[in-house]
C-alpha cells in the first residue's frame, strides 16, 4: 500500500473541479539505495485501479526530518534521473518509473528523498461537472555513502498520556554516524522499578513504520506500550542490528 501526501512525511492529497479520480496504487513506500553500485538504480510501480486513464508525473524532493519526525523538504535539483517522468496509464495498466542516482558518487553522509507521485488534472469537457480528487502518492528514499555503519544511542527516555488518560513510554534516539539508521531494526527494552517490558522489531516496524533517525539527527518516538498505573519513571535500552 502506498503513502498518502499527507501526515507524517507531509504526502498532501487535493481537490480539483472536475470529474472523477483514478485510484492508484504506488509501491514501494520505501527504498534503500547507495551512492555507487548495482544499488543506486531502482524502480517504482504505479498501478491505475480506475476506470479512466491516469496522468502521473513524479517530483522529487529532498527532505530533513525533525525530532518528531515532520520533513522539512525543497527541489532535489538533478540528484535524480527518473525515467519517463511523466506517463498516462491506461485503466488497469501498470507503468514502471526508473530512478537513478545522477549525485555526488562518494556521499559523506546518507540523504534522504521524498519521491511523490502526482496525478495530473485532466482537462474535461465545459459541460463536465462535479469534483475530481486528485491524489498524490510519496515514496520515502534513503541514499547511503559507500562506506559507513549506522548506529543509535539512547538519549533521553520519558512518559506521555494520549486522548484517552493512557500513558506511554517515549525513547528519544541519537545516530551519530554518517549513515542513516531505521529505529524499527532494534529491540527495545523498556523498564521501570520491577516492571518490564520488551519490544521485538517486528513490533516496532509494525508500529512506528519507517522510523527513520538521519545522520547527526534526533528522533523522538512513543512506544506502543500502556504503562501500569504503578509506574512513574521509565529507563530504556536498546540493541541495534542493522541489515546489511
Same mark, same amino acid.
Given at each position: 500500500?502506498? *503513502? ?45 485501479? @480506475? ?46 518509473? +526508473? ?66 488518560? +493512557?500513558?506511554?513510554?517515549? *525513547? ?16 527495545? +527494552? ?25 545522520? @547527526? ?28
Amino acid at each position: 500500500m502506498s *503513502l498518502p501526501r499527507a501526515g507524517f512525511f507531509a504526502f498532501f492529497s487535493c481537490l480539483f473541479l472536475a470529474s472523477t479520480a483514478s485510484a492508484m496504487t504506488v509501491t514501494p513506500t520505501q527504498i534503500e539505495m547507495t551512492s555507487t553500485g548495482r544499488t543506486s538504480r531502482s524502480a517504482i510501480t504505479v498501478v491505475n485501479n @480506475g476506470t479512466d486513464p491516469l496522468a502521473v508525473e513524479l517530483v522529487v524532493k529532498t527532505a530533513t526530518l525533525d525530532e518528531a519526525g515532520v520533513p522539512k523538504t525543497r527541489p532535489a535539483g538533478d540528484d535524480f534521473l527518473v525515467m519517463p517522468p511523466q506517463a498516462l496509464i491506461a485503466p488497469g495498466a501498470t507503468q514502471n518509473f +526508473r530512478i537513478q542516482w545522477l549525485g555526488e558518487p562518494l556521499l559523506d553522509k546518507s540523504e534522504t528523498f521524498l519521491i511523490y507521485v502526482d496525478q495530473i488534472p485532466v482537462k474535461l469537457p465545459k459541460r463536465a461537472r462535479g469534483v475530481q480528487v486528485v491524489f498524490g502518492m510519496g515514496v520515502m528514499v534513503n541514499v547511503a555513502p559507500p562506506r559507513g555503519k549506522p548506529s543509535l544511542q539512547v538519549v533521553k527516555s520519558g512518559i506521555v498520556t494520549d486522548a484517552h488518560g +493512557r500513558r506511554h513510554p517515549t *525513547l528519544t534516539v541519537f545516530n551519530p554516524t554518517n549513515v542513516h539508521a531505521l529505529f524499527p531494526q532494534s529491540t527495545v +527494552r523498556i523498564s521501570g522499578g520491577s516492571w518490564s517490558s520488551t519490544l521485538s522489531s517486528g513490533e516496532l516496524a509494525q508500529s512506528i513504520g519507517i522510523g527513520l533517525v538521519q545522520p @547527526g539527527h534526533r528522533r523522538r518516538f512513543i512506544l506502543p506500550i500502556t504503562l501500569p498505573e504503578r509506574v512513574t519513571a521509565v529507563q530504556s535500552s536498546l540493541e541495534f542490528r542493522p541489515k546489511p
